[in-house]
T-cell receptor, first 112, second 113 residues
Framework: GENVEQHPSTLSVQEGDSAVIKCTYSDSASNYFPWYKQELGKGPQLIIDIRSNVGEKKDQRIAVTLNKTAKHFSLHITETQPEDSAVYFCAASDRNTGKLIFGQGTTLQVKP | DTAVSQTPKYLVTQMGNDKSIKCEQNLGHDTMYWYKQDSKKFLKIMFSYNNKELIINETVPNRFSPKSPDKAHLNLHINSLELGDSAVYFC????????????FGPGTRLTVL
């Protein structure tokens, strides 16, 4: 089955700097890669997703890149703000079962 | 106008008890899920239902039993609670099964004493 590795586990940046979170996956048949943001005491919320027929997708300050050959994808947040502080999860969809396999999460702290 | 709601938000109980967590979605989605998030924040799927039919059943002790009375509701019953069951349980839903956005509820923090 699918396996997703996420790094780093914690990330601290100054307000205004960029943050990058990286994930690798094991199943080359996976074709859907969402990113979720989880704020303290809340459920995860989708912030951006990418499918295997696209190499990059951007939404304002957030972008995701996908390298299918290397089986890795990354989340880029530019001009970080304190409200970006949260736990971020990458995920990959298991093609056989349709279930999402999540990475271990990255705790992002943006210092004002 | 809550999309996915869960009750209760907090649940504190003794070992050996039986408890239930309820989930409702008003999005008209066909597919619902239960996830467990442990103390290290690791998020793992437990069950998934599509139109009241069980489609994903992970390696979960049979003390856990999901029940879907209709496609808007997916409840989780846990028998003979153990210390290791302490976690945050999230319900989620998606329009269809497969590769599309999942909407998560606010979570239920279960503490077993």
């Amino acid at each position: 089955g699918e396996n997703v590795e996420q790094h780093p586990s914690t990330l601290s940046v100054q307000e205004g700097d960029s943050a990058v979170i990286k994930c690798t996956y094991s199943d080359s048949a996976s074709n859907y890669f969402p990113w979720y943001k989880q704020e303290l005491g809340k459920g995860p919320q989708l912030i951006i997703d990418i499918r295997s027929n696209v190499g990059e997708k951007k939404d304002q300050r957030i972008a995701v890149t996908l390298n299918k050959t290397a089986k890795h994808f990354s989340l880029h947040i530019t001009e970080t703000q304190p409200e970006d502080s949260a736990v971020y999860f990458c995920a990959a969809s298991d093609r056989n079962t349709g279930k999402l396999i999540f990475g271990q999460g990255t705790t992002l702290q943006v210092k004002p | 106008d809550t999309a996915v709601s869960q009750t209760p938000k907090y649940l504190v109980t003794q070992m050996g008890n039986d408890k239930s967590i309820k989930c409702e979605q008003n999005l008209g989605h066909d597919t619902m899920y239960w996830y467990k998030q442990d103390s290290k924040k690791f998020l793992k799927i437990m069950f998934s239902y599509n139109n009241k039919e069980l489609i994903i059943n992970e390696t979960v002790p049979n003390r856990f039993s999901p029940k879907s009375p209709d496609k808007a509701h997916l409840n989780l019953h846990i028998n003979s609670l153990e210390l290791g069951d302490s976690a945050v349980y999230f319900c989620a839903s998606s329009q269809v099964r497969g590769d599309n956005e999942q909407f998560f509820g606010p979570g239920t923090r279960l503490t077993v004493l």
